[in-house]
């Protein structure tokens, strides 16, 4: 493997993992501990922003290893960069929205799970790999 595969591997980890933890996994727990529920709320829409930022800034990286290796018509040809797109596009949209229109949180919501639900899908397909 190379770098590319291996950076590629890493960001993904962290980015569709930490979504799928947060909403998922963390944010129950929470409340199963009994935790005032503004709190939570609280927790939730910080962590939130935090991994959005984070899943765009993985999403970069995993889109220069793309265009690297498969040259950027895979941006709009390859499945990958279609769905790499799309979470660029949603947490892009999350922030806007987040910004100008917090009481949105609906659309906050259908950013952060079609993030999640892409990023599922990215983890389904192979790795870029440089074929030499």
Same mark, same amino acid.
């Given at each position: 493997? &190379?770098?590319?595969?291996?950076?590629?591997?890493?960001?993904?980890?962290?980015?569709?993992?930490?979504?799928?933890?947060?909403?998922?996994?963390?944010?129950?727990?929470?409340?199963?501990?009994?935790?005032?529920?503004?709190?939570?709320?609280?927790?939730?829409?910080?962590?939130?922003?935090?991994?959005? &930022?984070?899943?765009?800034?993985?999403?970069?990286?995993?889109?220069?290893?793309?265009?690297?290796?498969?040259?950027? @018509?895979?941006?709009?040809?390859?499945?990958? &960069?279609?769905?790499?797109?799309?979470?660029?596009?949603? @947490? &892009?949209?999350?922030?806007?929205?987040?910004?100008?229109?917090p009481d949105a949180?609906?659309?906050?919501?259908?950013?952060?799970?079609?993030?999640?639900?892409?990023?599922?899908?990215?983890?389904?397909?192979?790795?870029?790999?440089?074929?030499?």
């Open positions: 493997m &190379g770098a590319g595969a291996i950076s590629w591997l890493l960001a993904q980890t962290f980015w569709v993992g930490g979504l799928w933890l947060l909403k998922f996994l963390v944010l129950p727990a929470l409340a199963k501990l009994g935790l005032a529920p503004l709190l939570i709320e609280e927790i939730g829409a910080t962590l939130t922003a935090l991994l959005i &930022g984070l899943a765009a800034c993985c999403v970069l990286l995993q889109l220069w290893v793309l265009v690297r290796v498969e040259r950027l @018509a895979s941006l709009w040809r390859d499945l990958r &960069g279609q769905l790499l797109l799309t979470v660029l596009l949603m @947490a &892009g949209g999350y922030f806007v929205v987040r910004q100008w229109w949180q609906r659309w906050l919501l259908f950013s952060y799970l079609v993030s999640a639900f892409c990023g599922l899908l990215l983890v389904l397909q192979p790795v870029p790999v440089r074929r030499d």
